[in-house]
């Protein structure tokens, strides 16, 4: 088991610049791992995915080229590196992680068992 702990959300101007970061309790070596986001009345949605073996990534078309995501494994943290955020971006964020062997990097949040708080990031235009 893994406990996700996530940090560095705010509020901020359209055009902006957040980092979000992902803590974790243990190890997490060879674990895929992701961000999602999520607004009220609205299904979680996969933002930006990375296997940390590899370091491959996925990222949902309304993100590319904007977000970037990254991983430090000494510190066992995540991040989400967020520039020109737009109005749409305001969500809650929340950091997974799963250990399952799989051929693919999943986008899906139903492909991910441990899960964080979230941190919320609300961009005003």
């Known amino acids: 088991q893994v406990q996700l702990v996530e940090s560095g959300g705010g509020s901020v101007q359209a055009g902006g610049s957040l980092r979000l970061s992902c803590a974790a309790s243990?190890?997490?070596?060879?674990?895929?791992m992701g961000w999602f986001r999520q607004t009220p009345g609205k299904e979680r949605e996969g933002v930006a995915t990375i296997y940390t073996g590899s370091g491959s990534t996925t990222y949902a078309d309304s993100v590319k080229g904007r977000f970037t995501i990254s991983k430090d494994l000494a510190k066992n943290t995540l991040y989400l590196e967020m520039n020109n955020l737009k109005p749409e971006d305001t969500a809650m964020y929340y950091c997974a992680a799963d250990f399952r062997t799989r051929r693919f990097l999943p986008l899906q949040s139903t492909e991910y068992n441990y899960w964080g708080q979230g941190t919320q990031v609300t961009v005003s235009s």
């Open positions: 243990g190890s997490t070596y060879r674990t895929y």
